[in-house]
């Protein structure tokens, strides 16, 4: 069964794409804020969202070309689901190409996220959400990560 893949085509150069996937500051700008990032290959970079994270064992750091993850632990918090870790055992792929003009072909794949899990229609759609917001911030400089629940101004 096919899983999850897509191809953009990046106004940026591989270096600022690359930097943007394996550095604190590119993760926090396009994926979300509440993560912990680690900076070798073999490390363990944690990703948050609200209740939901995604443990992540760095695979592959090729500067300017390849940043691998597998997933090592993941909690997907929706009621619905009868597995909330169907990411656990997963690989997340980001394959750099130089294009001219400056530009950069992402290959990106989510190996194991198939449409036989039951959280494949929601991640198809965060991908597609973070996706965007990592070519938003390569190109612009200003990404859509997600953010941390705000605290309550008025909270007694």
């Known amino acids: 069964m096919k899983h999850y893949q897509r191809q953009i085509l990046l106004s940026a150069p591989p270096a600022v794409v690359y930097q943007a996937l394996s550095t604190p500051e590119g993760l926090r700008n396009w994926w979300t804020q509440t993560c912990d990032i680690a900076a070798a290959v073999g490390g363990q970079s944690t990703f948050r969202f609200g209740e939901h994270y995604k443990v992540m064992q760095i695979k592959s750091l090729l500067p300017g070309h390849e940043v691998r993850w597998h997933c090592v632990r993941a909690l997907i918090n ?8 169907e990411w656990v055992g997963t690989d997340i792929v980001f394959k750099l190409t130089p294009q001219p003009g400056g530009k950069t072909r992402l290959d990106f794949e989510h190996a194991g996220l198939t449409p036989a899990l039951e959280c494949f229609a929601v991640c198809e759609r ?29 909270s007694a």
């Open 78 to 85: 929706v009621d619905a689901f009868t597995r909330k870790d």
């Open 126 to 154: 965060g991908w597609n959400l973070y996706l965007g917001s990592l070519q938003s911030l390569v190109e612009t400089g200003q990404g859509r990560p997600h953010l941390p629940a705000a605290a309550s101004c008025c």
